[in-house]
Structures are given as structure tokens and as C-alpha cells.
């Protein structure tokens, strides 16, 4: 973006950390004045050093960079507009992008020129390419990719960049898309400030902008954030094991051994000052996942099952079965130690025996696991089913769910769907919480908090 859009900084640096917090950026009163100080040093010259040192001094965590850009840009790029430039030949934009990606260089002005031509909407025509807020209309990046169709553009950029065999074409399609990326990202920037000034900065930074990884719901993830999540699973599986371990120390030790603690106030003359504890079996316990894979889950149903493998070493034994309208096991579709191919859940609905008919039928899958799978239930196991329990109508079956209740340690339900829902439509949810704990887990953060309070030490 051009440096010359770069507005004073000390004026919107507290707005900014406050907005930062609001978005689940925490950043506190030291990392603010560590960002004033960088302020200062590096100055408003150049917006990407500036945004590259308050990242420096604001970021605590890994998946919080997103976020961050999106706000620095409403918050220090500015809204101040020049007059719309739309190109008179779209054809004519397509090639000058194609030449410009070819080259690797800087594409803010072209994306500026496409969403002038392409991405206006609902009268933008008035005002040479302003509108107002009234009028109910803005500027879509949506609509400005369609219109250049960026698939295309990211073949012709890897047939021209040159090069030959297998490798080298592979190596030409992640770079085409890499750059055909970073303007998409241009294009979004350019459309989110347009919107800053139609609507306002602080409206579009709490309305407009993306979340992180670990804030976006499963339900509504796309591919790219999906990806995303998936970089998430070990980190977040060395933390989890981690509090577990810990639990599971604190946990060794059990109940008063009263007769030994009786002895031992000998000593003190009857006064119990050091109690005996029993000192607990070690033993950790079983773990069986149950996984609606269905498409309307399967994200949320992908990322559970791997983070669950990446646990499996806090668990003497972890069974997975998946379903859609049949269960059937699925453990064997994870290597102790290998992260599943992207897209795993798929290959488990097209062949790993979990679908008949393709509509998801809890009452069936639960009276089919009880009928062929109840054995790997026990009194040490810990059962997690994961699904939205949308029933399509028919008979949720909770004498099948009572019969994996009465034999299991421990059963909860961890369902995608916020908790408002639970009562609309097709979903049994609130019938099946009145036999177990169902849990609302919409996003990375929340499954991360739930699965480190109920899994079992």
C-alpha cells in the first residue's frame, strides 16, 4: 500500500490495542508503550516496517498475524480516498495484472484499478465511483476476484514463469498462487478501507474484519481457514498434553489412609500433623471418539480427530469411529506420530463403510455402535461424540445413548453449533442432554478450553 496513505500514529495507538483486545489480542500496558517506543524509532515512512515492528512489540501468539494486518491497515493506512480510475478494458486489466504477478511486483495500484471497475455494487456509479452509506451501497473484493477470475490467472502465471518436469511445475503452481494470493489480500485491504469510509473505521474494524484461526467457527471455515487450523493442532496438542501431565501428577495422590495417619500422631501426641494419603493405581485411561464425518461437520469432525491423535500418548488406548448414517471404525485411518492428509474425512465417508444412504441418522449410528462396538466401552473409558445431532427428523434413539452412558466412565458431547440453535430445526441436542453433557465447541479456542477441562487424568 503507498506510503503516502500513512496517517499519524500516536493519535490512534490506544484506540488501536483497545480494538486489538477486543479481537483476542491481548495486549497490556507494557506492550503499548514498547509499540509508542517503536513508533518513534521507525517513524511513518514506510507502512510495512511500521507494521512489521508494532508486530513485534503487540503479538504474543502464533495465528494472531491476520487479525493484526487487517486493523493496522484500517488503523494507520488511513481512509482518504483519490478519485476512481476504472479501467475501460477489463481484458486490458487482466494482462497488466498477469505482467505485473510475472514480474513480482508491488500490485496495491492494480488492485485499487480492479475494484474501481469490478467491485463496486448498489449504485456506485455516483460521485466518479463514490457512494455513500444511504444509498446501501460499497465495494466487494468478492466481486472484483469473480470478474478476474484468479483461477485462470494462476495457470497462466505458472505456464509463464517458465521451467520443466515434475518438481519444477509444482514449484511454478505454489508461487503462481502464493502471488495471486498476496492481491487478493491487496484487493481486500483496498475494499476494507473503502468501507471505513463509508461506514466508519471502528464499525468495519469490529464488522469487517476476519477472525483468527482460532476464533473462526467450523461451520462456516473455508478451505484457507481450514488450513490454517490444521497448522494449529500440535502446538495446541503440546499444551494440552501438558495440563493433562500435570493433572494427572496432582492426581496420583488419593484419599486418607486413616489407620497409618492414626500411627503416625503417635508422635506428636495424637494430633494428626502429617496424614498418610493412599497412594493411587497410575494408569491412564481409555479414550473412544465418536465422529459424525458428514459434510455439514466434517470440519469440525477433521480438526477434533487430529488434535485427539496428537493426544493419543496421554490415553492407554484411543479408539475413533466415524459415522454419517452407519458407524464404523476409522482408527485405522491415523499413523501414531503422521498428521492425516488434508481432506481425510472424505476418504472416510467414500470408503471407510460410514454412509448408506448420505443423510445423517443418530439413532441409527448409536444403536449400530451399541450392537457391534459397546465392547470398547469400559469402566475406564472416557467417550467423546462430536456432531451437530441434527437428526433429519427421525427417532434420536436415547435408550442407545443411555446404554453407552451406563457402561463408560465418563460420555460428553461437543457440538459445533452455538448453543442458541441446539432447540431449531431437526436437532435433538436438547433431548440428548438430558442423558449427557453436551458442550457448544464453535471454534479452535473454545474446543481447546473444553477438552482441557473434561478430559479425564
Known amino acids: 500500500m503507498s506510503p503516502a496513505r500513512v496517517v499519524p500514529t500516536s493519535a490512534r495507538l490506544v484506540d488501536f490495542v483497545t480494538l486489538l483486545r477486543e479481537h483476542n489480542i491481548h495486549a497490556g500496558p507494557s506492550e503499548t508503550i514498547d509499540a509508542a517506543a517503536a513508533i518513534v524509532a521507525l517513524g511513518d515512512a514506510d507502512p510495512r516496517v511500521l507494521r512489521a515492528g508494532l508486530a513485534a512489540?503487540?503479538?504474543?501468539?502464533?495465528?494472531?498475524?491476520?487479525?493484526?494486518?487487517?486493523?493496522?491497515?484500517?488503523?494507520?493506512?488511513?481512509?482518504?480516498?483519490?478519485?476512481a480510475r476504472p479501467s475501460e478494458n477489463a481484458e486490458d486489466l487482466r494482462e497488466r495484472l498477469l505482467a505485473t504477478l510475472v514480474q513480482g511486483e508491488d500490485t496495491a495500484e492494480l488492485a485499487r484499478e480492479a475494484l474501481d471497475t469490478f467491485g463496486a455494487y448498489g449504485g456506485a456509479g455516483e460521485s466518479a465511483g463514490r457512494v455513500t452509506q444511504a444509498s446501501g451501497a460499497g465495494w466487494s473484493s468478492y466481486l472484483t476476484m469473480k470478474s478476474l477470475r484468479p483461477d485462470e490467472i494462476s495457470e497462466q502465471l505458472a505456464r509463464t514463469m517458465g521451467g520443466t518436469g515434475q518438481f519444477d511445475t509444482a514449484v511454478r503452481t505454489i508461487e503462481a498462487r502464493r502471488r495471486v494470493d498476496r492481491f487478493r489480500t491487496d484487493?481486500?485491504?483496498?475494499?476494507?478501507?473503502?468501507?471505513?469510509?463509508?461506514?466508519?473505521?471502528?464499525?468495519?474494524?469490529?464488522?469487517?474484519?476476519?477472525?483468527s484461526?482460532?476464533?473462526?467457527?467450523?461451520?462456516?471455515?473455508?478451505?484457507?481457514?481450514?488450513?490454517?487450523?490444521?497448522?494449529?493442532?500440535?502446538?495446541?496438542?503440546?499444551?494440552?498434553?501438558?495440563?493433562?501431565?500435570?493433572?494427572?501428577?496432582?492426581?496420583?495422590?488419593?484419599?486418607?489412609?486413616?489407620?497409618?495417619?492414626l500411627r503416625r500422631s503417635m508422635a506428636t501426641?495424637?494430633?494428626?500433623?502429617?496424614?498418610?494419603?493412599?497412594?493411587?493405581?497410575?494408569?491412564?485411561?481409555?479414550?473412544?471418539?465418536?465422529?459424525?464425518?458428514?459434510?455439514?461437520?466434517?470440519?469440525?469432525?477433521?480438526?477434533?480427530?487430529?488434535?485427539?491423535q496428537a493426544l493419543q500418548d496421554q490415553f492407554s488406548k484411543v479408539r475413533s469411529f466415524g459415522f454419517v448414517d452407519t458407524?464404523?471404525?476409522?482408527?485405522?485411518?491415523?499413523?501414531?506420530?503422521?498428521?492425516?492428509p488434508p481432506g481425510f474425512a472424505q476418504n472416510?465417508?467414500?470408503?471407510?463403510?460410514?454412509?448408506?444412504?448420505?443423510?445423517?441418522?443418530?439413532?441409527?449410528?448409536l444403536q449400530g455402535f451399541v450392537d457391534h462396538y459397546l465392547d470398547a466401552v469400559g469402566p475406564r473409558t472416557c467417550v467423546l461424540i462430536l456432531g451437530d445431532a441434527r437428526t433429519?427428523?427421525?427417532?434420536?434413539?436415547?435408550?442407545?445413548?443411555?446404554?453407552?452412558?451406563?457402561?463408560?466412565?465418563?460420555?460428553?458431547?461437543?457440538?459445533?453449533?452455538?448453543?442458541?440453535?441446539?432447540?431449531?430445526?431437526?436437532?435433538?441436542?436438547?433431548?440428548?442432554?438430558?442423558?449427557?453433557?453436551?458442550?457448544?465447541?464453535?471454534?479452535?479456542?473454545?474446543?481447546?478450553?473444553v477438552i482441557g477441562r473434561l478430559l479425564p487424568a
Not at 493405581?281 to 477433521?302: H, I, N, Q, Y
Open 187 to 211: 484487493v481486500q485491504t483496498e475494499a476494507r478501507l473503502r468501507s471505513a469510509e463509508l461506514r466508519g473505521t471502528d464499525y468495519i474494524a469490529r464488522r469487517g474484519v476476519e477472525n
Open 57 to 83: 512489540c503487540l503479538l504474543r501468539r502464533n495465528g494472531q498475524r491476520k487479525v493484526f494486518d487487517q486493523l493496522f491497515d484500517l488503523y494507520f493506512l488511513g481512509v482518504s480516498l483519490p478519485p
Open 348 to 365: 472416510i465417508v467414500r470408503d471407510g463403510g460410514v454412509a448408506r444412504f448420505g443423510s445423517s441418522n443418530y439413532g441409527e449410528v
Open 213 to 261: 484461526a482460532d476464533r473462526t467457527d467450523f461451520l462456516g471455515a473455508r478451505e484457507q481457514d481450514l488450513a490454517e487450523m490444521r497448522r494449529l493442532v500440535h502446538p495446541l496438542a503440546r499444551k494440552l498434553a501438558t495440563r493433562l501431565a500435570v493433572r494427572r501428577k496432582k492426581a496420583v495422590r488419593g484419599q486418607i489412609d486413616l489407620r497409618r495417619t
Open 327 to 340: 458407524c464404523a471404525e476409522i482408527t485405522q485411518y491415523f499413523t501414531p506420530g503422521e498428521p492425516p
Open 392 to 449: 433429519n427428523r427421525t427417532d434420536p434413539n436415547l435408550a442407545a445413548l443411555q446404554a453407552i452412558t451406563e457402561r463408560a466412565k465418563a460420555v460428553y458431547w461437543l457440538n459445533p453449533e452455538p448453543s442458541r440453535s441446539w432447540s431449531t430445526g431437526d436437532s435433538a441436542a436438547e433431548d440428548y442432554t438430558e442423558i449427557v453433557t453436551m458442550h457448544e465447541c464453535r471454534n479452535v479456542a473454545q474446543l481447546a478450553e
Open 269 to 308: 501426641g495424637g494430633v494428626p500433623v502429617d496424614p498418610v494419603l493412599r497412594a493411587r493405581k497410575r494408569g491412564r485411561p481409555d479414550l473412544v471418539v465418536l465422529a459424525d464425518v458428514s459434510g455439514s461437520v466434517s470440519g469440525f469432525a477433521e480438526f477434533t480427530l487430529q488434535l485427539v
